[in-house]
């Protein structure tokens, strides 16, 4: 059963930075594309960044601009999001997720497309 843990989320001043991470357990990591996504209460869930299983292929969504890096260690099974200069407008809830194949480009941010997710880690950014 696979399992992602999302954590490293928090309280920051605009203009600071933060690393999200992902913990992924329950399977061989090395198998799955993996993405993460936000939402804001109320609003759809959006994909914010997409990584190949071996991490030599990302995308950011259109949505996001180049202050989000998405990286990915397969030696210790964890998926992280790097996000810089954050600002009020990065607020959200920010999920993890994962999909059985090596790539994420035919999935795209279609949040149907991940057959697994984590509970999420809140990002709260103030101005």
């Known amino acids: 059963q696979v399992q992602l843990i999302e954590s490293g989320g928090g309280s920051v001043q605009a203009g600071g930075s933060l690393r999200l991470s992902c913990a992924f357990s329950?399977?061989?990591?090395?198998?799955?594309?993996m993405a993460w996504f936000r939402q804001i209460p109320g609003k759809q869930r959006e994909g914010v960044a997409r990584?190949?299983?071996?991490?030599?292929?990302?995308a950011l969504s259109d949505f996001v601009s180049s202050r989000f890096r998405i990286s990915r260690d397969n030696t210790n099974n964890t998926l992280y999001l790097q996000i810089n200069s954050l600002e009020p407008e990065d607020t959200a809830m920010y999920f993890c997720?994962?999909?059985?194949?090596?790539?994420?480009?035919?999935?795209?941010?279609?949040?149907?497309?991940?057959?697994?997710w984590g509970q999420g880690t809140l990002v709260t950014v103030s101005s």
């Open positions: 329950g399977d061989i990591f090395s198998y799955y594309c």
């Open positions: 997720a994962a999909r059985a194949s090596r790539s994420c480009q035919t999935a795209g941010f279609t949040p149907t497309m991940y057959a697994h």
């Open positions: 990584i190949s299983s071996s991490g030599g292929m990302a």
